[in-house]
């Protein structure tokens, strides 16, 4: 099989240069990413949450202390919702399917939960494993290369809802704009024993390639 050619994300202002040597590296278990650890953490094995899926982010770079993880399970009923999204990838998923899964940041939005240490990070972090074709993976490093270029705008004052459906409809448009490569970088994943989606996939070209420019 011929090596996958490099692709473009972020509305093609990102260019991933052979993405099949970034995807081998980060799923062999050697080089100490968050595969399998995270990716793998086995808990109730369905798509409803559960207190040990709060602590999930701590496999992936985020702390969850004692105070945050009190707070998201005072927001357990709120993200509950993840269990119930229609049974669809995000590449293929309309515009209400993508209303849904945003839906499940607006609870950052009130003002109660403001400034205790639980944003979009973390949430993405406990809500992608439940949903890992589904839910997006969210840190600065996906904030910087979707906004940095123009590929989303920046506004200061925008909700977490309505941030979180623009990122999740640049995602699928990338995912789509870039599908045979990555159905063929699926095949890769497989082959090295790591059966990821492909919104897993486009997470960690997005993550390796922002962590090359640093």
Known sequence: MTAVPSVRLCAGTLLVEHPEEVLRDYVDPRNGYAYPAYDRLVTNGSASLVDADLLAP???????DRGRFLLLRELLPDLAGVADLPPVSLQDADDATVGAVADLF?????GRYAGRGVRGTIVSKVLHRKRPDLVPLYDSRIFECYTAPGALPREQDRTWRAFMGLLLGQMREDLSREQDAFRRLQEVASDAGAPLTQLRIL????????DSWH
């Open 106 to 110: 607006a609870v950052l939005d009130r």
């Open 58 to 64: 701590a496999l992936i770079g985020t702390e969850v």
């Open 203 to 210: 997470d960690v070209l997005i993550w390796r390639t922002a």
